[in-house]
């Protein structure tokens, strides 16, 4: 996704000239300027045609900014707002900032590059959380709805320009793996690599060839030379998953590539230079770890340069419809339907869960909703939720719960093994045909997958 140089600008305040100051400035920029004197108008002219972002006053005759800037919240979530306060109003400002708009600049506004400078950042996140037409893959977009994760998603904006080292935490399915790529995307290196390694999936000894390659011979089966993961992200971005689950030795060997920006292959000695962006990710605590003696505390500050936390679902509940919706947009374009739309009864019920499994669970939850409603409504009554996970899985089962989930409407219809292998394609989707991943998510070894999928004829 490239950076864009131009948007439509809503320019709202009642002095002429702060109007045609921001009007001069933006078009410089190439940007396209409407400017009004009053809220009342902002409202009007936005309703009529779209802006990219709309720089508000606060205090203004007929309808004042705060309002003007609610009301766009709610009807036009992805509009960016840039507001302008008084001098010294910081009350006001943090108001505003609370109801997720970009930024704030202080009057009188006298520098026309700061005035660009916001614009573009403003721009550069509404990139970030836009789902551009040709991609339904929501894999390399996001979609936020809570005003609480305004400050995160500023974060990602800012920090995918800059070639920072990012910490991804939280817990398992909050989207820790869809940010990275979406890092990656809006970033200068778009165009380069985007290489990802899961350490919780993989041998040590496997990992450390998959990481850094090796040279022919290094070892018995080693016939040629091969390159590792991280010399194929040269130039690019990559990621390195469950970062938590790497043990000592690699530790040390991690932390002198992100030193040193250069490694041997494995049996090697020449020296391979390295330019890449590094983004981690983990469910784990590092930091309880560090303190434990579990993560070397030298590698943790190498890796949390910038640490950004993405909360579990239900400490974000704003976000639980409008993803539900995002996802079941993307989930009937991959099944080549229309939409459905969810019901008000629907959307409440998924407000109250709490997703113990997060995004994930609410698309797995949603996925299903949409093969039992036949209509284009999915109501509250197709809403078939996982157990609590108690039990373990037998070796060789699918777990249980993976099939519970669908409930005994489903398993009246379709019969066990259709659940099985139902619940095997969605799991290969959900990690994008990593077989090693799924039999992991499935709990189930390579060897059993690899026979199920024979078994079931899934290519
Ligand atoms: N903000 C979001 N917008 C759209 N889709 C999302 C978002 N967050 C997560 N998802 C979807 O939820 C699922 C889980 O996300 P992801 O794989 O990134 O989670 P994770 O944090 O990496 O999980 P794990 O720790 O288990 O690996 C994916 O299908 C992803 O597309
Ligand atoms: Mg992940």
Redesign the pocket.
Known sequence: MRERRSGRVLVADDEEGVRSFLAESLERDDHEVVAVADGAAALAAAREEPFDVVITDLKMPKLDGMSVVRTLRTEQPDVELIVLTAFGDVSTAVEAMKLGVFDYLQKPVSSPAAVRELVKGALGRRDLLAVPADAPA??ST???GAPSMAPVVAALAKVAKSGATVLLQ?E????????ARALHDTSPRADKPFVAINCAVLTEHLLESELFGHEKGAFTGAHAQRRGRIELADGGTFFL?EVGELKASLQAKLLRVLEERSFERLGGSQLVEVDVRWVA?T?RDLRAMVREGTFREDLYHRLAVFPIR?PPLRERREDIVP?AR??VADLAHAAGRAPPRLDAALEARLREETWPGN??EL?NALERAMILADGDVLGSEHLWLEPPSTDVAPPGEVRAGAIDAAGPAAVKGGSLADLERQTIESTLR?VDGNRRAAAAKLGIGLRTLYDKLKKYGIR
């Open positions: 929501v894999r996001l979609t936020f939280g398992s399915g909050t989207g820790k793996e869809v940010a998953d990710a469910h993405l993803l995002a996802l995004v994930r698309r959900e």
